[in-house]
T-cell receptor, first 114, second 112 residues
Framework: GAGVSQSPRYKVAKRGQDVALRCDPISGHVSLFWYQQALGQGPEFLTYFQNEAQLDKSGLPSDRFFAERPEGSVSTLKIQRTQQEDSAVYLC????????????FGNGTRLTVT | GQQVMQIPQYQHVQEGEDFTTYCNSSTTLSNIQWYKQRPGGHPVFLIQLVKSGEVKKQKRLTFQFGEAKKNSSLHITATQTTDVGTYFCADTEETSGSRLTFGEGTQLTVNP
């Protein structure tokens, strides 16, 4: 009965390093979302998967950001050549279907780029 | 793009006082979801409103959806210290049918 699991919980990267953030959604949840949350702000949409298909990646801020969900369950968000402005909490959420379904969020990964 | 505005940004109350946060949009909202995020935590779903003029209650929390579906509110009666956190409204963008657009949130602190 686990919820959405994200790892690592904290990540410190030097500027220019690549990072990979993992999300393990609730079993059976079709939809998976990635959000970025800066301090004191609301979550900002990054990308959305329905099963293994990435249906919307319009929120990814640059081509340094890449997400995948190859088998329709676990998802990875990769950030290449990290910059200081990438520092934020990255939240993963899943839902049983798309559209109006409530999102179940993980605890997030706090990324700090030094 | 679609924007959902929330006011106030911060609210400090004494325990036992009431609290209200408002969510406004210049465009018609398809539906509204409300989430609560405790300090250091992640957003947790509270409720969804779909119909124009809809009112839903959860114990001391009352959620309303405006008649024109352009605004929503969350009212907490007799706040408790456990109500501390940031309250977000979020709307599904009609064009995408999938992404939730979150407001900036209202951060509530409750003094015991």
């Amino acid at each position: 009965g686990a919820g959405v699991s994200q790892s690592p919980r904290y990540k410190v990267a030097k500027r220019g390093q690549d990072v990979a953030l993992r999300c393990d959604p609730i079993s059976g949840h079709v939809s998976l979302f990635w959000y970025q949350q800066a301090l004191g702000q609301g979550p900002e949409f990054l990308t959305y998967f329905q099963n293994e298909a990435q249906l919307d990646k319009s929120g990814l801020p640059s081509d340094r950001f890449f997400a995948e969900r190859p088998e329709g369950s676990v998802s990875t968000l990769k950030i290449q050549r990290t910059q200081q402005e990438d520092s934020a909490v990255y939240l993963c959420a899943s839902s049983s279907r798309d559209g109006d379904s409530p999102l179940h969020f993980g605890n997030g990964t706090r990324l700090t780029v030094t | 793009g679609q924007q959902v505005m929330q006011i106030p940004q911060y609210q400090h109350v004494q325990e036992g006082e009431d609290f209200t946060t408002y969510c406004n949009s210049s465009t018609t909202l398809s539906n509204i979801q409300w989430y609560k995020q405790r300090p250091g935590g992640h957003p947790v779903f509270l409720i969804q409103l779909v119909k124009s003029g809809e009112v839903k209650k959860q114990k001391r929390l009352t959620f309303q959806f405006g008649e024109a579906k352009k605004n929503s509110s969350l009212h907490i009666t007799a706040t408790q210290t456990t109500d501390v956190g940031t309250y977000f409204c979020a709307d599904t963008e009609e064009t995408s049918g999938s992404r939730l657009t979150f407001g900036e949130g209202t951060q509530l602190t409750v003094n015991p």
